[in-house]
């Protein structure tokens, strides 16, 4: 089988990936290093800024122009996302830093029906991401590259006409060096078709081994190796913001974004998440971190985004933040959750769900259950635990009477109390230190209380229970 | 006009005093301690509003109610206990400790929010609410969550804070009492409230009851001695 390869070149993916809903300045990426516009809007390009252009030329033209410094490791994440989302579509992808994809796409053919139907798939799933798009196949990597980058956007798999259109591409348009073209045009080598008309020995002979891999590569001679991309096990993304945010719940937009790429990401592997960590990096501040946790775990971007609003109202921003990432490291299988038909009435939640809701806005610590423990001392036999942790209904009898309040610590009782039940020893825990000896009594006061009170060894009295 | 009295008197939201609105058709059939005295019981009031002070059997007279209630398997929700609870004492009581939540909100506002939401989604029996001062629109609220969710909220407050009438179903003021509780009802929707009574708690309660005073009994027939 041919190989056949689709190159997609991405040429103003930073400014793709900033979070803008409508256009209303021109915007230019800058890099830094050469002082050159590298990136820029449709506003910006109607204003009459090109790329390549310096700062000052740019700023000229226009005074509101923003300015974003050119950071290619943003560039290189969202790459990453872009294979991450045409990964269920295609499956060999390479990545080629830091603004192109590779895809090897002679095997998936015959799986979509030839080339048309392929090509539609893989379009349609690239346009809900709304970037900007140069491809073109080629025969070799190099080829697709060399088309792509050069605006052919050619969608063919006629190795003819593919290798014509190679041959006619200007050394300019080609990766090799710039001083490398120089040279070749002093000796009136202006395209490529002029070095591949050449036998390779002969070129061996005139040029130097840079070359020759270069066309050897280009024209499928050679072999090119290419690692293909394997999709990650967690979701982490990070959102840079047009603009800096200072309120808390305006953060919520932003995050909604992030939120539906998350419901994606879930939703395709089957699974639940249960805790978003959100690092919002805050100017001339350490970077703030937020955790939502869900009991039951979720993927839906609403209840997130429930959950998520009820941790903002409590947040604090002491600085503007202009960018936010979203990591999840959790992650579980979905179980089916059988509800009764019968039952009726349902609510629109389960039990856990209102326990991620109430944990959200009370705090973890603020929720507790309630667990018996196999022990006589009253202190242990009864305590908070963690809602939800024990599952199993606790089944022994509980002998005798207790009351339904504890006092924790314990009062002196220091009231006139009559009696009215009791003795009840209590002695034990000899062995982890914490051993009791008391006498307890049910008493009512003169309030009508009744009251658990015990008496030491030492003639002490205590009040430790309400019987409420 | 009249279609104006009438359509509230359907609703429920006027009632006259010689006529008594039916009662929905009860959701347990289990009884409850208070029936034969206030009409519905404690079962049929959505909102019942609890005046006692703390430790005379506030709880108690509830507990039957809150174990009846979670026979379908929902939740029980403690939001801002005095003290804290001990599940000896529910569990011996009939209730599954697997289906209760306690709350320690850190103010007012957050235990009413919490309140609401485990009224409103319908996976909570029964609500225990302590909190002081409650305005008229914070329990109407409460009443429409309770209503959405099919649930019961129980409003515990310390005697001293009878300060104005809320739009409650059920308004009962406790008092301690030697065989029980006495039990002033200030309020019952749909209904003239009874004159205080006296709940005798002594066959559920038989060791938190004062001791009868000794009355000679009529079954003793004294036996003279044959001379």
Same mark, same amino acid.
């Given at each position: 089988m041919m190989p056949l390869w689709l190159y997609l070149d991405f040429p103003s993916l930073q400014l793709d990936t900033?979070?803008?809903?409508?256009? =209303?300045h021109p915007v230019i990426i800058l890099n830094k290093e050469h002082n050159q516009v590298i990136q820029l809007n449709a506003l910006a390009y109607h204003h009459g800024i090109r790329v390549g252009m310096g700062l000052g030329s740019a700023a000229a033209l226009h005074k509101d122009l923003q300015v974003i410094e050119y950071r290619q490791e943003l560039e290189a994440a969202k790459l990453a996302e872009i294979a991450q989302w045409l990964y269920f579509v295609t499956s060999d992808i390479a990545f080629w830093s830091p603004n192109g994809l590779l895809l090897r796409i002679q095997h998936m053919l015959s799986m979509y029906g030839g080339l048309p139907s392929y090509w539609q798939a893989l379009k349609d799933r690239l346009s809900p991401l709304k970037l900007s798009i140069g491809y073109a196949c080629g025969t070799s990597p190099l080829g697709a590259r060399l088309l792509a980058r050069s605006g052919h956007n050619l969608i063919s798999q006629d190795p003819e006409l593919l290798r014509e259109k190679v041959s006619l591409c200007? !050394?300019?348009?080609?990766?090799?060096?710039q001083s490398m073209c120089q040279k070749l045009a002093r000796v009136?080598?202006?395209?490529?078709k002029e070095l591949i008309n050449v036998p390779p020995g002969e070129l061996a002979k005139r040029f130097d081994s840079q070359l020759v891999t270069y066309i050897g590569k280009l024209q499928g001679t050679f072999h090119h190796p290419v690692d293909f991309y394997h999709p990650p096990a967690t979701f982490n993304q990070y959102l840079e913001l047009m603009y800096e945010i200072? #309120? =808390?719940? $305006? !953060?919520l937009h932003p995050i909604k974004r992030l939120l539906s790429d998350l419901e994606r990401f879930l939703r395709l592997r089957d699974k639940l998440a249960t805790v978003l960590e959100f690092r919002f990096s805050q100017r001339d501040s350490d970077a703030l971190s937020l955790t939502v946790s869900s009991a039951q775990g979720e993927y839906q971007a609403q209840q997130w985004q429930a959950l998520v609003s009820l941790k903002l109202e409590t947040l604090v921003l002491d600085q503007p933040v202009y960018g936010i990432q979203l990591a999840v490291t959790h992650m579980q299988a979905k179980e089916a959750q059988a509800n009764?038909?019968?039952?009726?009435? &349902?609510?629109?939640?389960?039990h856990r769900q209102l326990l991620s809701l109430l944990q959200a806005r009370l705090?973890?610590?603020a929720v507790s259950g309630l667990q018996l423990r196999d022990d006589f001392r009253p202190e242990y036999s009864s305590s908070y635990c963690?809602?939800?942790?024990? !599952?199993?209904?606790?089944?022994?009898?509980?002998p005798t009477l207790r009351p339904s309040l504890l006092l924790a610590p314990h009062r002196p009782l220091n009231e006139k109390v009559s009696l009215l039940q009791g003795p009840e020893r209590i002695q034990t825990g000899w062995w982890d230190h914490q051993a009791i000896d008391r006498d307890y009594f049910i008493a009512r006061n003169i309030q009508g209380q009744w009251l658990w009170v015990y008496r030491t060894r030492d003639n002490q009295w205590y009040v430790q229970g309400l019987f409420s | 006009m009249n279609n104006l009295l009438d359509h509230l008197k359907n609703k429920g939201w006027i009632w006259q005093a010689d006529f008594t609105r039916p009662l929905p $058709?009860?959701?347990?059939a289990v009884p409850d301690d208070l029936d034969e005295y206030v009409r519905?019981?404690?079962?049929?009031?959505?909102l019942v509003e609890i005046h006692s002070q703390i430790g005379i059997g506030e709880i108690r007279l509830l507990l039957p109610r809150l174990a009846a209630n979670g026979q379908d398997h929902r939740l029980l929700v403690w939001i801002a206990p005095p003290h804290q609870l001990n599940g000896e004492c529910l569990h011996r009581a009939?209730?599954?400790? #697997? &289906?209760v939540l306690i709350l320690h909100p850190r103010d007012g506002k957050d235990a009413l929010w919490a309140a609401e939401q485990c009224l409103k =989604?319908?996976?909570?029996?029964s609500v225990l609410l302590w909190h002081g001062d409650m305005e008229v629109a914070q329990v109407k609220r409460l009443q429409q969550a309770c209503q959405q969710g099919q649930a019961q909220l129980f409003l515990l407050r310390t005697a001293?804070?009878?300060a104005q009438s809320l739009p409650v179903s059920l308004s009962l003021q406790l008092e301690a009492h030697a065989e029980g509780l006495q039990i002033k009802v200030n309020k019952c929707r749909g209904s003239w409230p009874p004159a205080p009574f006296i709940l005798n708690m002594r066959q559920r309660w038989?060791?938190?009851?004062?001791?009868?005073?000794a009355q000679p009994s009529a079954n003793v027939i004294p036996l003279h001695r044959a001379s």
């Open positions: 900033l979070y803008q809903e409508q256009a =209303s200007a !050394l300019e348009q080609t990766d090799l060096p009136g080598i202006r395209h490529l200072d #309120s =808390s719940p $305006i !953060l009764d038909l019968f039952a009726g009435k &349902q609510g629109q939640m389960n705090g973890t610590n963690r809602p939800f942790e024990r !599952l199993e209904k606790q089944n022994w009898p509980v | $058709i009860a959701k347990q519905g019981g404690l079962k049929e009031h959505a009939g209730v599954d400790l #697997s &289906q =989604s319908g996976t909570c029996h001293q804070t009878i038989p060791k938190l009851c004062l001791p009868q005073p």
